[in-house]
Structure formats: structure tokens, C-alpha cells
């Protein structure tokens, strides 16, 4: 059974770090593209970051690129993102989920989600 479960969530200030994991099961993560999107309330989900399961190539949104860091240890079958200089419209839950291509825009397995807040 494939499954991805998110950790790491939590209340942070602005300026500070937070590092998700995302533990994969039922499958070997290290071939698959894995991308993290969010959710913010009243918003639409937004991709923030993807990392290829060819040659490790990553991706990022523009909202992100520079603060987040996304990698993967495939010992560990974990994919995590690095949060960096958060702000508070960053406040979301954050999904990791697979995809077939990063940039397709298509997501297929899908986390439960953790959520972010970024609030003094």
C-alpha cells in the first residue's frame, strides 16, 4: 500500500526555520518525482518545490526560490524540504504527493498534510 506521511509542521516566527519530512511506504521513493505543494485558507493549492527521481534536479516556486530547499535520502526513503527565512504568507499545510513529471501539475498518492504557521 503506497503511503506518504508529513512531518515536521509547527509554529514558527518570522525568520525562522522549519524542516518537513516526508516518509514514503509501500513503494521506493528514490524513482519518483516528488513534489510539496500548500494550501493556504481561501487560497488555491500552490506548488512550491519538486525534486526529480532521475537525476535529483529540483524545482521551486518563485515565492520560495532562495528560502526552501528541497532533497532526498533515499537510504531513508524520505523526502524533506528545508523552510528557510519564513514569512508569514507561507502559513499553509503543506502536501508532499508523487507525480509522473515535476511541472506536470499532476499529483497521483498524496499525504495527510502538516500545517505551517509563521506568526509572531
Known amino acids: 500500500q503506497v503511503q506518504l506521511v508529513e512531518s515536521g509542521g509547527g509554529l514558527v516566527q518570522p525568520g525562522g526555520s522549519l524542516r518537513l519530512s516526508c516518509a514514503a511506504s509501500?513503494?521506493?521513493?528514490?524513482?519518483?518525482?516528488i513534489g510539496w505543494l500548500r494550501q493556504a485558507p481561501g487560497k488555491e493549492r500552490e506548488g512550491v518545490s519538486c525534486?526529480?527521481?532521475?537525476?535529483?534536479?529540483?524545482y521551486y516556486a518563485d515565492s520560495v526560490k532562495g528560502r526552501f530547499t528541497i532533497s532526498r535520502d533515499n537510504a531513508k526513503n524520505t523526502v524533506y524540504l528545508q523552510m528557510n527565512s519564513l514569512k508569514p504568507e507561507d502559513t499553509a499545510v503543506y502536501y508532499c504527493?508523487?507525480?509522473?513529471?515535476?511541472?506536470?501539475?499532476?499529483?497521483?498518492?498524496w499525504g495527510q498534510g502538516t500545517q505551517v504557521t509563521v506568526s509572531s
Open positions: 504527493a508523487t507525480t509522473a513529471l515535476c511541472g506536470l501539475g499532476i499529483y497521483d498518492y
Open positions: 525534486i526529480s527521481g532521475s537525476d535529483g534536479s529540483t
Open positions: 509501500g513503494f521506493t521513493l528514490d524513482y519518483y518525482p
